[in-house]
């Protein structure tokens, strides 16, 4: 199957930083990447979709302006976790997808802890 | 609430056993989807069916579909140690590019 790199695997920041996280599709075009959260032994939650070019869509209760998420390029999709705060620690996943497929790639995920 | 759910939660099963996991969904898919996670990690896609499919085979997966009830399993035969993991189902939700999760059955194969 097709490869998503996400990195980094797993980060510590300090109350009130900025954290990037950085997904990248190793060997497909990826048109759309969504970003999730998923909590400790809970299900995956759709955070955004995001495609090439264009202004992510954010699900219900999701702050853009907290998780700010860039697709730039067909290869790239960065989400953006400002200020963060406990509260935000989570396990973070991307994925991507290309075309008219079903099928997504997800990549190893971010395991973020604030402190 | 979630569109999908898997039932069991959670299930411990010796190696050689085969294991069955079902998932129920509430509205129209397109498709149905199995996913793997090993703890601490991204994903991986085992297995897609169709809405106009009942049962599709891959190696030591078989995946069926019940669109009258709404429902899916996914059997895992002749298991081993190394397919201890979470196993979640993923819907379209009615030909929406989004995955709707459910919330994941955890397997443990005992060696």
């Known amino acids: 199957g097709a490869v998503v790199s996400q990195h980094p695997s797993w980060v510590i920041c300090k109350s009130g930083t900025s954290v990037k996280i950085e997904c990248r599709s190793l060997d497909f075009q990826a048109t759309t990447m969504f970003w999730y959260r998923q909590f400790p032994k809970q299900s995956l939650m759709l955070m955004a979709t995001?495609?090439?070019?264009?202004?992510?869509?954010?699900e219900q209760g999701v702050e853009k302006d907290k998780f700010l998420i860039n697709h730039a390029s067909l290869t790239l999709s960065t989400l953006t976790v400002t200020s963060a705060h406990p509260e935000d620690s989570s396990f973070y996943i991307c994925?991507?997808?290309?075309?008219?497929?079903?099928?997504?790639?997800f990549g190893q995920g971010t395991r973020l802890t604030v402190v | 609430s979630q569109q999908g759910e898997e039932d069991p939660q959670a299930l411990s099963i010796q190696e050689g056993e085969n294991a069955t996991m079902n998932c129920s969904y509430k509205?129209?898919?397109?498709?149905l989807q199995w996913y793997r996670q090993n703890s601490g990690r991204g994903l991986v896609h085992l297995i897609l069916?169709?809405?106009?499919?009942r049962e599709k085979h891959s190696g030591r997966l078989r995946v069926t579909l019940d669109t009258s009830k709404k429902s899916s399993s996914l059997l895992i035969t002749a298991s081993r140690a190394a397919d201890t993991a979470s196993y979640f189902c993923a819907t379209d939700k009615g030909g929406s590019e989004k995955l709707v999760f459910g919330k994941g059955m955890k397997l443990t194969v005992n060696p």
């Open positions: 994925s991507g997808k290309w075309g008219a497929r079903t099928e997504a790639f």
């Open positions: 995001s495609n090439e070019g264009s202004k992510a869509t954010y």
């Open positions: 509205t129209s898919i397109n498709n």
């Open positions: 069916i169709r809405s106009n499919e």
